[in-house]
């Protein structure tokens, strides 16, 4: 004889929580990029004038040539979607009603992820010119969310 | 090689950095909820547990008894026999003086984790749990100790139904 069967008393599972927290450093190029935002609403980008290239969100080394940039410029509040996709779920997996519009937007040489707001969901396209519209700057924090979105560029 | 550095690169940053808002920094927890499979061995366990009495496990061949129970011997890997029930009482196998909680705080009271050998399970076969009623001075290897239980409604079929185990003189009950 050997043990083989379930005792029908015993509890299935044990049930348990990892309590895992982090905290994450924005850094000395990101501490730049998020205060420009929060105090002045502002998006930076850093210059590598040896390889040419516009970095946004802004770093402090070029990925090319690993050169040290302190060339931060002012790149404006305007880009183009790359690409796009349209969420109907949540990250808590339940359903949304109105689908979130969320875009790659090209700035520069780079760009931001960003959601798309004030437009129609039919009318986004690739290659379209957004805006970003900034929170009211009492309500900045400091975040990429200091960006409430992206909305389609009116001439 | 440590000492030849002068000024080490970097940004070092304090607990006030973080307080004060001098940096942006994020904070996030992760969803970590688990639940672990208890099998056919450490189910029957909990289960006994949660009745009030210790389980182990019987291996013919070998004639071991372990607690916790397992299904298959770890010595001849048969599978294991039958289930035993055992004492609550035992023997301090090894014991430590605990001043930190599990997340790093100082405590002054020690806490008294100890391995205790469980009667009626084999020579060096034991549990982990703790110590109580007892001053951390007297406490030895060797030292005879008994289980004190949470009230039967309060138990759910887990290790902490027991409290922790406290000496006791042989022919006490």
């Known amino acids: ?155 | 090689m440590t000492n030849k550095f002068k000024e080490f690169p970097g940004t070092p940053l304090s607990e006030g950095d973080f307080k004060e808002g001098k940096i942006l920094f994020y904070h996030d927890q992760m969803k970590a909820d688990f639940a672990w499979d208890t099998g056919v061995a450490i189910g029957s366990y909990l289960a006994a547990l949660k009745e009030g009495y210790l389980l182990g496990g019987y291996c013919q061949t070998c004639r071991k008894t372990v607690i916790p129970p397992r299904t298959v011997c770890e010595w001849c890997f048969r599978p294991m026999d039958s289930y035993v029930r055992l004492e609550d009482t035992g023997t301090v196998n090894t014991f430590s003086l605990c001043y930190v909680t599990w997340d790093v705080k100082r405590i002054k009271e020690p806490e008294l984790p100890a391995v205790i050998e469980i009667d009626g399970a084999s020579p060096l076969h034991g549990i982990m749990h703790k110590l109580g009623e007892v001053d951390p001075e007297d406490v030895h290897i060797g030292m005879r100790v008994r289980a004190v239980w949470k009230p039967p409604d309060e138990r759910e079929g887990a290790i902490t139904d027991i409290l922790y185990f406290k000496p006791f003189k042989e022919g006490e009950s």
Not at chain 1, 88 to 94: P, Q, S
Not at chain 1, 122 to 130: A, T
Request: proline letters at 5%; one cysteine or more; charged letters at 25%.
């Open chain 1, 1 to 155: 004889m050997s043990l083989l069967e379930r005792n029908p008393q015993a509890p299935n599972a044990w049930l348990g929580d990892l309590p895992v927290t982090s905290r994450y450093t924005a850094g000395i190029a990101g501490e730049k990029f998020f205060r420009a935002m929060k105090d002045e609403g502002k998006i930076l980008g850093t210059f590598c004038e040896n390889c040419d290239i516009t970095y946004i969100p802004g770093r402090i080394f070029c990925e090319r040539c690993m050169a040290e940039l302190d060339h931060w410029q002012d790149v404006g509040t305007i880009g183009e979607i790359y690409t796009f996709t349209l969420l109907f779920e949540n990250l808590d997996g339940t359903q949304r009603e109105e689908p979130l519009a969320v875009a790659f937007i090209r700035m520069g040489d780079g760009g931001l992820i960003h959601q798309l707001g004030e437009v129609d969901l039919e009318d986004i396209s690739i290659g379209m010119p957004v805006e970003a519209v900034f929170k009211p700057k009492s309500k900045r924090q400091g975040s990429i969310l200091d960006i409430q979105y992206f909305r389609p560029l009116t001439e």
